[in-house]
């Protein structure tokens, strides 16, 4: 049995008038048909490091769910413990 896999975007739109729709529309007419997400979820902000960076594994857990299962093994670090 396949498993499906599915392209999801977090985005932080510039413009508060940005759709879902409106991006999708974007990223169909730049990318290539096989990246371009099946689904968006438009946020106020994204998680940030301590460093600054975007932190990945604390966007997936909160925007996208934490099924660790699909990802890559170098990619299932489990989600920092804040301290």
Not at 32 to 37: K, L, N, S, T
Not at 49 to 63: E, P, Q, Y
């Amino acid at each position: 049995m396949a498993v499906e896999q599915q392209l999801i975007a977090v985005a932080v739109p510039s413009d508060p008038g940005v759709s879902v729709l409106d991006v999708k529309r974007h990223c169909a007419t730049r990318l290539p048909r096989y990246m371009v997400p099946s689904e968006v979820r438009l946020v106020e902000a994204l998680p940030r490091t301590s460093s600054g960076k975007i932190d990945r594994v604390r966007t997936r857990t909160a925007f996208i769910g934490a099924d660790w299962s699909l990802l890559r093994p170098a990619q299932r670090a489990e989600p920092r413990k804040e301290s």
